[in-house]
């Protein structure tokens, strides 16, 4: 037998425990017959204002990612998202694999979607290269993220942090903030934009951006989702959150 609410697919999402926009953003994406089932990493609202203080938050996360993984497992989803950037682009494309091996083995053997693997998919599927990019960072979380992009092969012409200071202050973010951060970094020589970190609730605000850019804007959270929905080939097609759900 199928689960009641959740007879084509149930994803885990594993999320820090100070994000307030992963949870709600990927629930209004929701296909029928899909259902998503939160873990939280409990970490705690440090500062991250320095190379010290990032580092903190960064064990934090470390230490707790894979109980929380392990936690969801329990309900048997089809595959778990694991919704936190810092942990993704810290230590390297040469890190990624282990990371993502450990991941695995704590979800059971089901497939785990990451922001890296998730965001070249997306920017494969739209044949770019040269890309701009927002964090919700200071520039100790910006340096890691750029030199991600830059060894994954990509031509990243631009970045913009937006310097929030602590982890549950990103949610604090606005779509006003967001709106004036894509203005700055846009360039007739950008093929996309690219937004990392899922406490930033930018799924509307992109899918806004992309009609009057006239090319893609992918926010973290709708691009981990949409990932996640064709991996376990749940083809549906959704609206309201930018190109990627609605016609990829």
Known sequence: MTDSLGPRLKIGVVVPSTNTSAQPELDAMRPHGVTNHTGRMVIGDDPMVDEPGFGHV?????????????????????????????????????????????????????????????????????????????????????????????????????ICGLGVPSPAKISHVSETELRDAVKEIDSADVEAIVQVGTNVAMARLAAAAEFWLGKPVLSNNAVLYWHALRQNRIADRVGGFGSLLAAY
């Open 58 to 158: 960064m064990r934090g996360i470390r230490t707790s990612t894979l109980p929380a993984i392990e936690s969801v497992a329990c309900c048997d989803p089809g595959c778990v998202i694991v919704g936190v950037s810092p942990e993704s682009h810290w230590e390297g494309t040469e890190a990624h694999g282990r990371v993502l091996h450990a991941m695995r083995a704590a979800a059971g053997g089901r497939p785990v979607t990451m922001s890296p693997d998730a965001i070249g998919a997306a920017l494969s599927a739209y044949e770019v290269r040269r890309i701009a990019v927002i964090t919700p960072y200071l520039p100790v979380g910006d340096e890691s993220v750029s030199r991600f992009f830059e060894d994954s092969g990509y031509d990243l012409l631009s």
